[in-house]
Structures are given as C-alpha cells and as structure tokens.
C-alpha cells in the first residue's frame, strides 16, 4: 500500500468512525451533584453530556470524543482549583458549549488555562462560552483545525498586565480559526507564535496590551477585527503571505498598527483611529497597503529601519498632527498606478479635473529632519535662520531632502465600507 493510498484510507476510516459515533451517541443528564469526572470516564465516544445550572469541579481531563454542553444561559460553571487547567482536552473532535469555565491556574511558565488543547485536539470546537477569571484564556498548543468561536474571555484583573496570560494563545495549530470572540483584561487578545494558515475574524478587543500579536505566523488573515482602548491593537511580526483587512483601531495607546518584519503582505482597507501612531513600519518589506484611513493620530505613519518594496497608494491621512516620520535620505514614491493618497493638509489645485492634485505632496521638509535627529533643535523652530530654510525650500524644490513623495495626491478623501463602519460603533 502506497503512503497516499494509507492516508486516504485513514481518512475514510476516521469518517466512517465518526459517522457512527454520531448514530450511537447518547445524551448524559449529569447535575452539579453528579460526578462530572466519572460521567466522562462513562461515556463512550461521542456521547453528549448535558450540564445542568450550577457548579462543577474543574481541572477535568477529556480523552475521548465527547461534547460538553450547558444551558443557553451559560450557567453550569466549571470551577478548576487555581492550579493547572480548567479544561484539558487530550482527544480530538471534542466540542465545548454555553458553559463558564473559571479559575485556572495562573503559572505562565505551566502553560495554565481555563481551556487546554493538546496537539491531539485536532478539529476541537470551544463555542458560545463564558470564560473568565484564568492565566490563559484558550490555549491552541499544537492542536490543528480547532475552532474558538463566540466566547466572552475575561482575564484576571488582580494581575498586572505583563502577569496575566493571553485571551487565546495560539502555538504551532495550522488551520485553526478565532472568530467572533469578545476578549478583555489580558495581557494579549491573540497572541500567535510560529503557526499559519490561521483566521482570526470578528473579535472584539479592549483593555489589553496587544489586540492581536503576531509572531512566525505566515499564510494567514486577520479582518473584520476591532480593537478600543489597547496600547497597541495590531502588531504584525515577523511574518510574511498575510491579509491583514477591514480591522478598526480606536484609542490604542501607542500604535494602531505596527508591521516590524512583516513582508510580502496585503494591508487593505484598516481604520485606525486616535493612537501615538496611527501606523509603524520598521523593516517591513514588499507588502500592498492600499485603502486605508488613518485618522487623528500624533504621526500618521512612522516609516524606518530600512522598509523597501512597499507599494502605498490610496490611503486617507488625515488630521495627523505629523502626516509622515521618515527618517531617511532615499526617495520613496507613494503612488501606484498614477493614483496616490489622500493628505487632509495638502493645498493643491486640480486644474485638469481628474481627482488628482496638480502638485506633488512632500510631507517632510528639512527642517523636520533636524528636529527628528536632534530634538532640541525645537528651541529654534522662530529663529530668521528657520524661516530663511523653510522659504528656500518653497522657493527652490531641487534643495529638498529624500523622503516621500506623492506624485499622484488624490482631491477627494476616499471611502471604504470598513470606515462607514466606525461611524455606527458605540
């Protein structure tokens, strides 16, 4: 037999099994005076265990297939001892839901959790639960295919943030897919490390370090995401083949957006609202930023460390107090196609008609790249000497410094669905 023809066969056979799992599989009434563990141990696979309201001990080990189901309501609780996991799932094709999972251990060297997956817990399903109050909220370590969708996740808030776990963390679990999750008060929403082909879509952040953060995960997306009140909502690192799209950023404390290392990537349509910086590139490479809007921040965009290949056209910037921080001799051309971006604070005249300004947009001057190199240049930011550069500059164009320039600077401030968006969000 051929190594493909052994792999089909497999197949066939865990769908056959699981086909009559599903024929055979019996619903367990199991009440908080019942023993949950030796329900567990009782049932054979594929069996549903249907939680009534209350309380059960925690720190449970599912080795075998297997769905634990509560109320709608979320009231069958599952309190772990505040040491190790709440819920350890060792078996694949095991799924939890509506249940409030509490009171993990809070080791992070331990890897605790309210839900543990080993890298057995391939296609588990974590649906529609409460979990609260644990070191890490969801731990994907390894497990493929898994799915975290509809959960509330709420760290511990007696921790100091860099003490507490993350909301999910996600190690090496190709396919797995975080969807429309609310998660709050832990040191990281996501935090993935060396995976890929991963979607996290839909979720809702608020009141973490990073919203999502991004480590050696390629081949992957990130959309539909929002993040409010994070000091940083996206941090894109060293990863490479992502789609990073239609994700909003409100009120992140320092960087709405940061790609350090991320290459080969597309960056499309993200509104990003109030932060220190609305985005920052550091030696991110041949990526496609395209239709984004980047509103209110100190600097709308902070390009360094070397960042080449980028192609940047269509983007809104506007009511940045500093557009563009590049601190750089090199000419770097933001515009494709003839079509450039749009700058709130560029004066020009469209004497053709056709959406684009008649002279090019150059965000930074001389000047600026003094004050950057030597901050406590500012002091003469009124002197003649000033105002002499400043009026060459204007007078003489061939005497700029390298930096950006925008040939092709649209009239008209574009708009995208994603901002329409924020406009309805609370």
Not at 50 to 65: E, F, S, T
Not at 234 to 243: G, K, R
Not at 417 to 426: F, G, H, M, N, Y
Request: net charge neutral; with cysteine.
């Amino acid at each position: 037999m051929t190594r493909a023809s052994f792999g089909l066969g497999t197949q066939l056979g865990l769908a056959a099994l699981m086909a009559a799992w599903s024929a055979h599989a019996a619903q367990i009434d199991v009440a908080p005076g019942h023993d949950l563990r030796a329900a567990i141990t009782a049932a054979a696979p594929g069996d549903i265990l249907r939680l009534a309201p209350g309380d059960y001990p925690g720190n449970i080990v599912i080795d075998k297939p297997l769905t634990l189901l509560g109320p709608q309501d979320r009231s069958a609780r599952l309190i772990g001892e505040r040491t190790g996991r709440t819920v350890w799932i060792q078996s694949a094709d095991v799924a939890l839901r509506h249940l409030t999972i509490r009171h993990s251990g809070l080791s992070l060297p331990d890897m605790d959790a309210g839900v543990f997956l080993d890298k057995t817990a391939e296609r588990a399903r974590i649906e529609d639960n409460d979990i609260i109050d644990n070191s890490v909220g969801v731990y994907l370590w390894g497990a493929r295919d898994a799915l975290v969708r509809g959960n509330r996740i709420v760290g511990n808030t007696g921790l100091r943030v860099n003490e507490r776990g993350n909301g999910i963390t996600v190690w090496n679990a190709p396919g797995s897919r975080v969807l429309d999750n609310d998660i709050s008060e832990g040191r990281d929403g996501i935090f993935s490390n060396n995976s890929r082909q991963n979607l996290f879509r839909g979720n809702r952040f608020s009141r973490l370090r990073y919203a999502v953060h991004y480590m050696y995960t390629n081949d992957s997306e990130v959309s539909g995401n929002i993040s409010v009140g994070n000091e940083i909502a996206y941090a894109i690192m060293f990863s490479e083949n992502l789609v990073v799209t239609d994700n909003i950023a409100i009120d992140s404390a320092h960087q709405g957006l940061m790609l350090n290392a991320a290459n080969k990537s597309t960056i499309e349509g993200n509104v990003i609202d109030r932060a220190e910086k609305c985005v920052f590139i550091y030696n991110a490479n041949f990526n496609r930023i395209a239709h984004n809007h980047f509103h209110n921040c100190q600097i709308g965009v902070h390009y360094t460390a070397g960042a080449q290949g980028n192609v940047i056209s269509a983007n809104v910037f506007a009511d940045n107090q500093n557009q563009v921080k590049y601190v750089g001799t090199r000419y770097l051309e933001w515009s494709a196609d003839g079509r450039g971006n749009y700058w709130s604070d560029h004066s020009a005249f469209d004497l053709d008609g056709d959406g684009i300004g008649d002279t090019a947009y150059r965000p930074n001057s001389i000047i600026d790249q003094v004050l950057w190199r030597a901050p406590g240049a500012r002091l003469l930011l009124n002197s003649p000497a000033v105002s002499i550069v400043r009026w060459a500059q204007s007078q003489f164009p061939a005497i700029l410094p390298g930096g950006v320039i925008d040939s092709a600077p649209l009239m008209a401030m574009p708009r995208t669905a994603t901002w329409e968006k924020l406009k309805d969000l609370p």
